[in-house]
């Protein structure tokens, strides 16, 4: 029997069980970048998935995001593969995969073992000889209590931890050969797939460093982000000090009645962080304009204000500023590719006005401060009048302030640069780490909902064009920052849970947009809810659920 196939428009015949593979390889020469997935009518296929019904088809590349996902999951099985055939699984008490770090993934690896730039070299070379031999990656499909023997058996206790809570009576395992593990989300078909990587030794670890979107057949050099490093090594030092580096502890956390005593520890530590950033900014006088940058759903806002209120402790005087006040008008704001207007680019921003007001200021000028009604368009003067005193210092927040094009007038000793990041600490379990793009789009579905009565399919829908704009104007500048915050909450995809889900339930199934509600909601299905009454209202978490005492 044979089905029609609906490819870019054109229909063609395929028999009953062909493979998707088999058809992607025969549409493969229109594609730059290896096909690795596919959509049957919008619902996400891996390719080994055969052919049984008409359907229309769109293939998902490794320049696509779920391609990419599906290709760094593959290969973190790859390298876990060569890990324990390589140092042996005796002698192998935890291989981790920790953050994103460059462009790639930095992992450690504990046991009866030396990591040196030898052992590293012996692994990459087996994950070659694995990808040279085009080993079939394969998944079977185990109740849950098999699944919890099974990593019992292999001493991957994190992961018999976290389906200890799953909900659900089946698990999907995957294995290259005699090696099998858990990941969520979707795999590519073997090994031959995965040419495309490189590792480096880094701190105590090392990074599997991957090819980008733009560049899907290209491993960048690795370029180390010591700040950055730094920032999310103390925050796992915080998890692992409160006893919660995994969902599965997490989730013992919260079975066990200790949820409230984790939320004022951990928020506790990020005020302690935030004291300590003030007093750094307090003991040094030549500082009068503090510039906050931050990626969407960062807590920018939140963080400002907590920052003004430890400064104001510090003997200071904070006054806010937001860049968005500083908008060109309407009518000259720059166009993107689309014809839409481009808020991100710096050009959308008054610079010279911005640069002008500030000097102006810094000379012990009075100035009087714009605010841009986005309704309108236009920039209004409301009788807003500053001068700065001796005690005097600006609190800006825009998400060009680490760039120094924006403030280009201001002399570099009067500014002091903070990052600000949701950069997660928490992982599923050892091989699965939690993206930091994931916790900030769930924030943002949540948040805008809740102030924007925007729904969680058009916050989806716009986050492509956001990340690109992050890309572009923020994470270049991020290792210039004189200090770093990270803002995420290691309890807090536990109460977000509880106002994302209803609203990605709200997605229709054949909206475009159901696929990454899907994925989110499996993802969020690690988690065991918990209530939102006892987080304080000056937590970061309030920017996004509300109940805070800040304006956000």
């Not at 293939?59 to 390298?79: I, M, P």
């Not at 290259?176 to 073997?190: L, N, Q, S, W």
Request: charged share 30%.
């Amino acid at each position: 029997m044979n089905y029609k196939v609906t490819i870019d428009g054109k229909e063609y015949e395929y028999p009953e069980g062909t493979s998707f593979e088999a058809i992607a390889k025969e549409h493969q020469k229109k594609y730059d970048a290896e096909i690795v997935l596919v959509s049957e009518n919008r619902r996400l296929r891996e390719l080994r998935k055969t052919l049984s019904s008409d359907c229309t088809l769109v293939f998902l590349t490794t320049a696509d995001a779920a391609g990419q996902q599906a290709y760094r999951r593959s290969l973190t099985l790859l390298l876990m593969k060569a890990v324990y055939k390589v140092v042996g699984h005796d002698k192998v008490d935890r291989a981790q995969v920790h953050h994103t770090l460059s462009n790639g993934y930095y992992c450690t690896l504990e046991g009866d073992l030396t990591l040196d730039e030898e052992l590293l070299q012996k692994i990459e070379v087996k994950m070659r000889h694995y990808v040279e031999k085009s080993l079939p990656i394969e998944k079977r499909n185990v109740n849950t209590d098999q699944a919890l023997s099974i990593f019992h058996g292999h001493r991957m206790y994190d992961k018999e931890k976290l389906f200890h809570y799953r909900r659900a009576s089946r698990v999907n395992i995957y294995n290259i050969g005699d090696f099998e593990d858990y990941y969520y989300g979707y795999m590519v078909p073997d090994t031959s797939y995965l040419k495309y990587f490189k590792l480096y030794p880094y701190d105590k670890g090392f990074v599997l460093q991957f090819p980008t979107m733009a560049e899907p057949k290209v491993v960048p050099p690795f370029k180390p982000e010591n700040k950055m490093f730094q920032v999310v090594k103390e925050s796992i030092k915080w998890g692992d000090m409160l006893g919660v580096s995994t969902v599965g502890e997490l989730n013992d956390c919260i079975s066990r009645g200790g949820m409230q005593q984790l939320v004022m520890a951990q928020e506790a530590l990020q005020e302690r962080k935030i004291a300590e950033i003030a007093q750094k900014i307090a003991s040094d006088k030549s500082k009068k304009f503090i510039m906050i940058a931050g990626p969407s759903s960062s807590g920018k806002t939140t963080f400002s204000h907590r920052l003004s209120i430890q400064l104001t402790a510090a003997g200071l005087k904070p006054h806010p500023i937001g860049v968005d006040n500083y908008f060109v008008e309407r009518e000259d704001t720059p166009l993107d590719a689309n014809g839409d207007y481009n808020f991100e680019c710096l050009e959308a921003i008054d610079v010279e006005l911005f640069n002008r007001q500030m000097c102006d200021l810094l000379s012990g000028k009075t100035v009087e401060l714009p605010h841009f009604n986005f309704k309108i368009g236009k920039k209004e003067y409301n009788g807003d009048f500053l001068t700065l005193g001796e005690e005097d210092i600006l609190v800006i927040e825009g998400i060009h302030c680490l760039n120094d094009k924006l403030s280009h007038s201001l002399p570099r000793e009067s500014k002091f640069k903070i990052y600000i990041s949701a950069m997660t600490q928490l992982n599923v379990d050892e091989h699965n780490e939690i993206p930091t793009t994931d916790k900030r789009l769930i924030r943002r579905i949540v948040r805008d909902a809740r102030t924007r009565g925007a729904s969680a399919q058009r916050t989806i829908g716009m986050w492509p064009s956001v990340r690109r704009g992050e890309e572009e104007n923020i994470f270049p500048f991020q290792e210039e920052a004189d200090a770093m915050f990270n803002s995420a909450l290691i309890y807090e995809l536990s109460v977000l849970k509880q106002y994302a889900e209803p609203l990605l339930f709200g997605i229709d199934r054949n909206a475009p947009e159901y696929q990454e509600a899907k994925r989110l909601l499996k993802f969020l299905d690690y988690f065991l809810g918990v209530d939102s009454s006892f987080i304080p209202e000056n937590s970061l978490v309030r920017e996004f659920i509300g109940g805070g005492c800040f304006r956000v």
